[in-house]
Structures are given as C-alpha cells and as structure tokens.
C-alpha cells in the first residue's frame, strides 16, 4: 500500500499551487530574482520519518527561520538568566525589523532582527571570535539539521551590502550596553547565519528536533534539552509570525517561524515538524502559499494546539478483586498515556473509598507513558495507601516508574506480571471485576 | 484514602501565603477595601470534580474574567465574521486599559477593555436594548459557571462613578464607528458584566467549561461550539495577561485571564480548569500569589502547553498473523489515543510492505478515542487496502468510528470482536505474532 | 487718493480664488454644506483702522481660532501657575484631535482639543455652573472681537450628535484629574464656544487686540495683560497650525491659528491682525487658500517674525558741544524707537570715553519710544555719570521717562526743551556738532 | 563711563553661580571631566561690539551648536528644494538623539542628531569626498565665527569610540535612501564638526551673524543670504531646545541652539546675539546655568520675540503745506523705521482725504529706514497720487529709495532737501503747519 501521506501533501501543493499572489523579497537580487514558483512541503515524525512533496531538495537561505535555533543554542550556551538579560520575550505587534526596544533598552523578543542579532552576538561569550561564535552557530545548526550545512557566501556578500537596517539596529543595542560584541561584527555574523543553505526536508527535520524535545529524530543527538525546548516553542507561539502572530495563533494554533527566501517551519510538540517553501510573500513577510498550506494543515489534521483532544475513554482499563491467599486483593489495570488528568482520575478511584481492600496491586502493564506528575501522584497514592495500613503492589513490566520510592515508612512491592505477584503471593481464589 | 490533590492546593496555599507584596486595585473603595489575605485555589477537571482550597466559596467581582467568555457569546451570537471585523486578535505588549486600535480602528484584541467593551455591545445585535443585552451576558455567564450568577449592583454603582477610562475608550471607538451602541449604554453594561460575583469553584468550572471543549462538565450543558473555544483559549494563550503574555506563555504556558478583584483562571484543553483568588496585584494588573500558584502548578503539573509529552509506546499494541478460513489473516491490534501522530504510525505499519496478507482486520479494541483526522486516515487505509484487492475488516466494539465508509468501491466489514469475525469467517488454524 | 491696501487684498483673493482644491469639513451638516466659494481676508491696524476685502462681513463659526483667546482667557482667570499645571506648552507634531497628552498627563498644549477643552474647563473654577463658564466664554471673546457675538445654537445641537471623539477626550482627562468638571458638561461647553458666529472682520479684531498687546484697538478695553499676550502668541507660533507648525513658521512666520470652517487669524506682534475665510480645508485642517493668502501676505509685507528689519540708521540723532554757562555741554539728541540694540547705542557712546564733558544733556525729543530696558540703560547711564560727578540734564518733553530715578546720590534734572534748559541755566555761546 | 552692560552680565553670572545642580555630559571622557565651574555670557552686536563676562574666552567643543550653522550651510550650498526633501521643520517633542523620522523618512528637523548629521552630509554632494565636505563645513562655520576655528582631534577619537546611537541613526536614514552617502563618514565628519573648538565670544559672533542677517558683523563677509536666515531663525525658534522648546519659546522667546558642552546661543534679529557657557546640563541636555541666564536675559532686556513693541508715536513726523511758486505744496515728513504698519499710517494720511494739494512732497529726511514693503507702498502712493494729476517729489537725502520708479506715467521728482526742492521750483511764500 503506498501511504496517504505523500499523496495528501501533493494534493495539498495542487491546490495552492494556483495562488500566485504576493512579491518576492526584493531588497536584495538573490531573492528578488529566486524561481518564484518554487513549492514545497515536507512532514517529519518524532521517529524520523520524512514525507516530502513537490521541490522538497531544493536549497534555499534560512532567514529567519535561524532565529529560533540560535536563541536556543544561545540560551543552551550561556543560560537563561544571561540571554534573558539581554533579550525579552513579549509580541510586539510589530514588522520584524522595527527596533522594538522595550524600557530596559532589550529587544522585545528574539525573533525580530534586534533580539535575534543579540542571541547571535551572545553565542560563546564576548571574548569569542566572529569566528568562533560562526563556528559555533554553524555546528548547532547542523546539529538541528541533521548534516553539515553550508553558507552561501555570494549571499552573504549581496545582503552585507544591503545591511543598512540590521546595523541600525546593531548600534542601537550596543548603544544601550545590550550587544556584547562589536557591532558590525554582529551583523555580518549575523548576515552569513542567515545564509546557510537548507532544503525543506532540512527545515522539517529541524522543526521535528523540536517537536521531539530537542532530539534530532534522524541522528538521535541531543541538540538542546527540553526546558530550552520548551522556552523556544513559546517564543514561536507568541511571536514567529511578527505583526500577525494573533492571526496565525488562532488560525493555525502551530509555534512557527518564517524566513524571507519563502521558507516556514511549525513544530507540533510530541508529534511533528513541518516545513513548506514557496518565495511570494505577503506584507507580513510570510510566504503566502505557505501561511495557506499551513491552516490546511492545521486544519485538516487537528494540529491546532488548542485544539481540545477526545476525551480518554478511561485511564482505568479493569479494576476488580482477587480472592488471593485468604484475603482479597485489589487489582487496578492502568491503560494509555498518564498526564496529570489521567492520573486525576486513578487518585479519585483510590479517594471515593470503594477500594476498600487491605491489598492493593497497581497494574501499569496496559499504560503507555507516564509523565513526571503522573509518576509522582501514583506513588503519593501507593504512600497513603501503605500509611492506611494496607499493603501496595506494582505490577510494572516496562518498568514505568523505575526504583519507585513512596517515601518513608511506606513500603512498595514491585513485580513484573500479576502472575509473578500471585506465584509469589499465594494462587488465586476466585476474580470479580467491579470496574 | 484522602485524595492528595487537596492535601497538594492547601501546600501550594501556604507556601505562597508568606508574600504579602503588591496592592489590591485601589480604584474603587469596594476593591480597595477587600480583604487583602482571601487566598483560594480550585481545579476542576473536565469530568466536573472539583478540588478546592483555601476561601474557594467567597464570592469575587469576576471582572476582566469575564472578557474570554463575553467573545465566546458575541461569537456565538454574531459570528466570526462580525465579530472579526469588530475587534483584532493581535497581542498589543500594552497595558489593558489602553485604547490600543489597529490601522482598521479596531480594538487590538477583546481582552484590553476597548475589545471588551465591543465584544459586550456585540452581544444581540445594535437593535437590543442594554437590558436584553445584559441579560443574554448573565444567562451565558450563568451556563458557563454552570449556576445563575448575580451582580453586585452597589459595585457597579461604585465602578460607574469612575468610569472615566472606559468611557473615553468607548467614545473613541464609536468615533471610529467601531461601537455599535451607545457608548454609555456599553460601558454601564460591560461595568454590569465585571460586578458578576463569583467564587473561585465557580471560576474553576467555568474554566473547565473551555477546557472540556464549550460543554460545561457539572450540567453537561453545551454552551459554545469547539470553533469558538479554540479562538478563545488562542486569544486568552497571547493576549490573556496582558503585557506580560510572553513571560506568562514562557514561564506558566496555560491560556489563562486575570481580573482585578485578584482572579485567575487558567484552562488547559482535554486536562483541567484552574482557579486562583488573591487581592494583590502585581503592577500589570495580576494576582501575585496567583501567579506564582500558576507558576507551581504548571511546573508541578507539566502543564505547560510547549511540554513535550512523553513519547507513546505505541500505538500498534501487537501485529501477528492468523492461519484462518484456509487463508492468512492479518491482525493489526491499535491501542491508547490515535490522533495525527499516532495515525501515521499506522500508516506506516501498511505502508512498509510488510503486511502482504491478502485479508486485513484492523483491532480498535484496545484504541482509546481517534479525533477526526485519525479517522480519516485510517479509513484511507482500508480504503487503500482494498483497492489492492484485499479484504478488510474493522473490528471495533465502541464503536470509534462508527457507519465507516471508506469510499466507493471498497468494502468494509465491522465485527464487534475477533472472535466475531473468526466464528464468522471460519476457525483459526494457528497465530503469530511477528510485531 | 484710494488706499491701496483694499487693492491688494483683492488682487490676492482674485490670485488665490482659482485654487478649488481642499474640502470642507464633513463631519457635520452644517459644514459640509457650507459655499465652498466664499473668500474673504481683513487687515485690522493696531490703531483700529480695518481694510478688508470679499466676504467679510458673512458670519461663519469660530472653531478652533476660539482656542487662544479662551487661553488667554483661563490664565486671566485662573492664573499662569493653574493653567499651567493643567495644560503644556509643547508642540506635538499630532493631529488637533490627538489626545496627546504628556508624562504628567496633561494636553501637550491648549491649542489641540484636549488642551482646549480643559482651557475652557478652567474658566470660573470648579465650582461654576455651566452656564455661568458659558456667559464668562462669551463676554471674553466678545471682549476681544469688540462687539457681543452670539452662538449659532442650531449648530451647537449638530455638533453635539457628533463629539464622540471629543468625549472621549474629555472622559481621558478627567481620568487623569486634569478636567477640573463633569467631561459631559465641558465638551458641551466648549462646543458651544467653537459655535461662535464671527464676521472675517471680528476675526482681524481679535487678532489686531493680540497683536495690540491685549488692547481692542476698536474699543479701547484691555482684555488681557501683556504677559497673557505673550503667552498666547508663543503658543499659536509653535502650535497653532498643528502638525504643520514648523512648514507655517518657516514659510509664513506669523503666530496664527485656523478653524475647522475655514478661518485662520495671524497676529504680529505691534503690527496688524490679519484674518482670512475660505471653507476647503487641506489634510491639516487648514483652509487652503487662507494658508496661500498668508504666505503672500508674509512674502509681500516682510511679516515674517524672523525678518531681520533693515538697520536702524542711528538711534543718535546728534551728538554735539555747547559752550554754556561758561562750560561745555554736551547734547545727546535720541531718536527713534529706543529698545535694547538702540539703547545699548547710546550706551556705547558714553562709554567710548568720547563724551568728556562735565555737563550732560540727553535729549529725547526726537525719540519716539522706549521700552522699560531702555528706560533703564538710559538711567543707569545717568546714574554712572553723576557718579562721576557730572551734571546731568534730561531734556524729554512727552515725557517718555515719567518721574525718573537715577538711584541714590545721583541728580538729574529733566527739561521740556534744550530751551528751557538753557534760559535757566544761561545762553549758549557756541555750538559745535561732533558727530 | 564704564559701560554698565559688563557690570549686568557679571551680576547676573554672579546670581546664578551658585545654583550647582545638573550634571556634566558624561557619554565621554573629554565632557564628563570638564570643569564644571566654568560659567561664562557674551552679547555680539549687530555691529560688531561684543560685551562678555566670565570665562569668555576658554574655548569649549562646539556640539550641537553647529547644527543651525551647517544646516544653513546646506541650504546655501544646496539649495532649499534639495535639503527639505531631505530634512523637515517640523518639531517632534523628542529628545535630540530620537530617530524621530516622518512618514517620508525624512528626520523631522535639522536640530535633531539624524537631520544634523544628513544636513552634513548633503555639503558639497554625493560625489565630495569627506575630506571635502569637512573642508567646507571648516571654512563655512569659521566665517559665521570670524576666526579660523580648529577641531579638537582627542575629542573626535573619543567619540567615535561612543558613536553607536549616531551610527545607528546615519545607517537608518541610509535604509530609507535619505543619507546620501556612506553613514561612517557621515558621523565621522558629523563628530569631527561637533569637536570645533570656540569660545563664548566665537558664539556670541556666530550668532549675531544670523542676528545681522547672514552678514558677519566683526569681519562684514556675507555667509549666507537672508532667506538661508529666516529659515535658519525659524528652526531655532520651534526645535532649538529639544523636546523643551515650547517651554522655551513662552519663557524664553529667543531662537537659540544649545550643545552638549555647555553652551547656548541665541539670535534676535536685528538686534544682538548672545551665548552662554555652563557644562552642567538638565535632562533635557540644555545647560541649566544658561538656561537661567536667558530667561534673566529675555525678561530683563525685553527681548522676548513675542513682546509687543511699544507704539509708535507716529510715522509722520509732520504734515504741512507751504506757499510755494503760486501754489500750495503739501509737505508730509516721514520719521523712523518703517515697516508696513508705519507705512500704513503714512498710507492713510494720503487716502483720508485731508491732502488735496496739487503738490506734494514726501519728505524722507528723518526717516531711519525703509524695508522692502514699506518702499513699495510709498512708491505706490506717489503712483496714486500722480495718477490724479498730482506733482509729487520725493525728498530723499539718503537715499532710502535709490532710482524710484513709480510705475508707467507716473512722474516723480527726487530732490536732497527740501531746500534743494524750493529753490529749484521758486520760493516758499509762507508755510502753514496742519498736523
């Protein structure tokens, strides 16, 4: 069977592929002269899988969309307390290469040119080269990418000459004590970050890095953790899309970032990257064709972050007793992924006082996941419990909760199946499912 | 046993208890004459149980609260179109009782007071007259909260002796042709909606209304469509605290709205609502200790929307072969929550070659929901199937999808179990698993 | 012989009268359907001669040209110190109907709405009614205008259906404390005083009893004090063409203010007031044939403030010897205008060491004016004389130094004539001219 | 006689010594340790005197008291229509190092950083080289000085070494198309004008070269002609102190100009030019020591703009007739200045009907000046009054109306005296004085 996925992209390109509204950037020939109907659209899962349509290998500069991967580097360099110091983290309702200050003379976030050209400053510290601090750039975003990228020096040399702007506001920073580097420095660094040469499938696998908690799916490499991770999308969500992160919030509801060359990446936390390319834009500066495959995407496949998801049939698969050597044994099956609501719902079974048995088994063998709180709860329950007088047991085969400690005075059983917990324990009696 | 979730609230109450800084709003004598150590917290999730602590039944001014609800209803009833053209969805870095109009004359987005205020005189149309209007606001209010609310009409009298504010903005925005009434008319109203009294139960559910996708969990009523909730929960994610959205986004990650009587609410979709009351004020205009117990429970919690979840296991729980009817069957069990990510993996699993049977049983036995793309791409996948010439069977007791149609020319069969389609179909010879 | 001034007036309205571009305000009925055709220009002299040509006669409202005499008005009232406090002095570079409101939040300058309004608001104190502020309006600018105008109640009404953006204005300030009244009450009042009906004839008197240093050249009756004068006419130099200010200073260099029905007044200070109507009004708000007719006035008439006048030929008539009661004296004559430059002449001719003699007479008879710092240059002159133990004689037959005091120990002894100087102190025996 | 204007500026140094607040520049080394005590006043007449007190002659870093000076040397160079595309007049109620640029991306005036340093730029054109375009801005600021005036080059190093708001500003305007050549050489030679070195006595000159119209009054060289002047005036009068410019021209009512080092400078026209030096500055960056001294200056000197000159006994100094060769000859002498309003009143006397002489004489003996539009009336009135049929003579000893033409037929005989008058027509029979 040949998968939907490709074919699904294909068509989705078919149908914008007709809107040729919207103008290349022109301030620089590089762009204003770019094949204008260049289009393309790449998916990338969490486990590294790729669907690509349309001119999916085609090299284009990254732009902007090297924001968000070097404020991650930067903030992995040297830490939240520094680069938060230096650059904020509010919309600011304005174009990308407005000043933006706010009133501690920091850019008002780093995906407009004067927050991003401070995290690129940032990186390796004042003392570093331009470039060691490229170096440096360069190996991170590699690292996102999945394989060695390259600048396009001719490119670079085009928008140096262009650059007016981008020192403005470089002088502007430094004048406030905000840029640590020289200026002219900064930019031109700045400059050749941006003209590092990405194929839309590159662009994906960079989003999915993200989507996937800061592990590259392809090579497996931690690139940043997930705290960083974390920070990042939220800088997307609120601010990727310049003057129209509302619009694109409500309408597509994916943390994104676009670039002038006519590249947008999203990223969808746990499930996918996304990347499309297609150089006409619009007065935002977003790629017209991309913002359209975007809310289809969004759309068609429920990728809206708040989007509410069906409601779980129930995190508790079976809850029934045992008759288990001479006495009666609790049984509750755990199924499917436990976040916090899921986890809710197994402390309330425990809490309505219909569980009333002196010996309760925890069954984790049906559950997916289990995170952080999720963990944390399940033992805070297996603690009262024990402080109630009664005895816990963890049928945990993966295991979820590894070396669970339920606190002190609390003791905790752990087995692998209820059968090892039965062989050990004593046969069983009879069974009566009560759930 | 005692459920920890309450045990979890009355410690988060008494570690935030200790910061007496910030000032109750000190515009009105009722404001700042409140009792400055009311703290309470409440989280109620999307099934209706509520957990509370602290002073979670004394009544409150809902205030600014009321503003994602008050869109809700003007969407519902006006539409998006109207309601669009009225009023901006972009995030203005500004403070709330700025007037804040984009190029068009709009109000930036309805949670600064000049959105409010037009989404309030949205509400039935410019023929209503203010009390039908106030009337419609109080009974969706009411349906929200899940119980009649009442308004404080002594507050109201105080708040209109020093609405200076809002009616300048309101004259301003019928001077631009934005307000559809009466200015004064609108500001009395939207005062009206600010003196609704609430407790902090009350914000909890109201907020799990959201979060429970417009249906409210305590009545199972309905009170807004899934379209509506998520331009709401998007508005309340970027413009929702104010001008500080973006540390709010980064830091706390959960749509959430203050008021100036010292509530938040935050509502995390398919999880849970979340309530806090605590008078003083931060100098944007939020609760301290209520954004430091959002602070908590966010981190505590992992509710953070930018938290990347846990990776699934997976979402094939087993896929084997059966020697059936004299023919090889081939059994793809699913399990847990299938949405896009989930649905590709399966895909995947057809895609690969690997199942070459010439009969196919797709198990949704053990699937706890799919969401509508999941669906879709799963009937693609039977449709696929059969386009090759295979026999598909769906075999799904809930039934997740139920009257499938895989389109013309495939054939689809439904059994409520394996055993159905095997007694049907003829014996089993022998299995293998080979997943 | 026929003065050719009305000659000239009318010679400009034929040349302007071909310029049919600009539109009348459209905000309100009764402006929007005013003659477009009607043209008008009035001079009126500091003596009260008034030459005047076109439409002069045909009442229009008084608008916006309302706000510096009711200025005036408010320091006369009020106090510079209260005024002050209430409403700045800077410039904005806004719009009239930009709220503009400075750090302390008061209006930017009294000549934008804001500042107008709370000019108007000032007047009387708090505690006055309404119409007791009204009456007091009213006989101020009647005072100024020379006869008792009257409000055009009809369009008082018109205006009144349209104040939104006014209200709201007028609702901000008293958000800020600055509106000392009910903002209702005061943007009803202040309408009422820009409904004013006046003739271009009153207007050239307003501006000629500005001009005139707060004295109606027609009635005689001082309104305001020079320093109020002074004031007022420093505020229409920077800000009383609105955003335009710096293009109207350069290129007409008069203080002048327009109205929103097609006046403009110009006042040069000692000179003339000049008024013009024409309804088409240019993107500014101002008439667009009134700010062409200025501009040909200021060309033609060398009004412009920052004209350098010709040099003044000698502010010494004579500088001669006689040889008097058997010594020399040594006779000053002074002619002209004396202020700082022609005095600090006189000064100079003292100090040169040139005027050795022991008897002094200074002799004003062909000076025809000055001002208090040439009044106290002469006497200080005086004054070091004597103190050099010369005799000193002040020959001023006006007298343009009344009861003059030269300071401790010093003697001066005035003259009506060299004549009578003379006859009392004995005949001239020769006289010999050295300069 | 000691002249008594030493005496006053040293008084009035001597009261505000001892007000010690505000603070030295302190962005560089060079300012931030000058001598915080230096205090220093001087006036320049329009003829060439200079009075000064204090430290007059320690010469300070000229700042941005260049910036009147190249602007108006741009603008000879140049010419109007070249420079205003470039920089406006309109003032901005911001701070000086504010971008501050209108919507055609023009710098709202000269006075600020970004309209200083295009107005150097534009000296000499595009195609200058720095080096020319600093030689050029040299000569021109040292002939408004006199003297040959020297760069401080350890000041030009200091600074560039803190040029990044500058450089920020030049590389802006180069982003709009405004600068029209390379922004470091634009802040390089922009910096380098600003480190100029003068004295107080230097600015006391240069500016009473714009007080004398545009002629240096020690060194009688043209610099700029009048029109280059008004405008010049006119700027300083709405911009000259920054975002306190409307404070200054109420208190004040000077055009003036201060810098960074401490100066200020002012020009009256016609009349005198003043400078003071103080280093330490307000927050607005004026010298507050200066500040105080003008206001002391304007008050006491009368030399606000906006005062209104005392009136003018009478442009006629006498109106009489005389029995001349068998007719009767009506004689009008003329006295003082005159500008329009004098020459209105000479106007007048002709049009009222009173001279109905066949002969008539206007007698410019004792007049002291004539301006342009006061030549053009009179030379109108003698039209008239021989389009009548009138013999007309003009008495012009001066002359202040060299080769008079009173338009076609019109006939006009000039004569030295009256004298000269009478004894070439015939003898007075006997003269009768009627004024």
């Not at 078919?14 to 204003?32: F, H, K, P, W």
């Not at 692998?416 to 069974?431: H, I, M, N, Q």
């Amino acid at each position: 069977m040949r998968s939907p996925i490709p074919d699904y992209l294909e068509e989705m390109l078919g149908i914008v592929r007709s809107d040729s509204t919207g103008e290349r950037a022109n301030y620089i020939q590089a762009l204003a002269t770019a094949d204008p109907e260049v289009l393309s659209a790449a998916f990338a899962t969490v486990d590294g899988v790729i669907y690509a349509a349309g001119d999916a290998n085609q090299e284009i500069s990254i732009q902007s969309i090297s924001k968000p991967f070097v404020y991650a580097l930067a903030l992995a360099d040297r830490g939240f307390d520094t680069v938060l110091a230096n650059v904020g983290v509010e919309p600011t309702g304005e174009a990308f290469n407005e000043i933006s200050l706010d009133s501690q003379g920091r850019p008002r976030n780093p995906m407009i040119n004067a927050g991003a050209i401070t995290a690129h400053a940032l990186i390796r510290g004042p003392e570093a080269s331009p470039p060691e601090r490229m170096a440096a750039v360069l190996e991170g975003l590699s690292a996102f990418a999945g394989r060695t990228l390259e600048v396009d020096e001719e490119l670079v040399s085009n928008e140096l000459g262009q650059a007016h702007r981008n020192l403005a506001i470089a002088h502007m920073l430094a004048s406030y004590g905000i840029l640590p580097t020289d200026p002219r420095a900064a930019v031109e660094g700045y400059t050749r970050q941006c003209a590092l040469l990405v194929t839309t499938k590159d662009l994906a696998i960079m989003a999915a890095t993200l989507a996937n908690d800061g592990v590259n799916p392809l090579t497996g490499v931690r690139v940043v953790d997930a705290a960083i991770v974390r920070q990042v999308l939220s800088v997307m969500a609120t601010c990727g899309m310049y003057d129209a992160a509302g619009d694109w919030f409500t309408q597509v509801g994916i943390p994104a970032k676009s670039g002038v060359a006519g590249g947008i990446i999203g990223a969808l936390p746990g499930q996918v990257g996304i990347a499309t390319v297609s150089p006409r834009l619009d007065r935002h500066g977003n790629s017209i064709r991309g913002v359209s495959l975007f809310e289809r995407f969004s759309g068609d496949m429920g990728l809206h972050l708040m989007e509410v998801p069906p409601p779980v049939s129930s995190a508790i698969r079976r809850s029934r007793t045992l008759d288990a050597v001479g006495t009666v044994l609790r049984v509750v099956e755990i199924q499917g992924s436990i976040r916090f609501a899921a986890a809710e719902r197994i402390v309330r079974e425990f809490a309505s006082g219909r569980c009333t048995e002196s010996m309760i088994a925890l069954d984790l063998t049906e559950a997916d996941s289990l995170d952080d709180v999720a963990r944390r709860m399940l033992l805070e329950v297996t603690r009262r419990l024990a402080l109630e007088g009664r005895e816990v047991f963890l049928i945990d085969p993966a295991p979820l909760i590894p070396d669970p400690d339920p606190g002190e005075g609390a003791r905790l059983t752990v087995y692998r199946s209820l059968e090892d917990l039965l062989s050990t324990r004593g046969g069983v009696t009879s069974a009566a499912s009560n759930t």
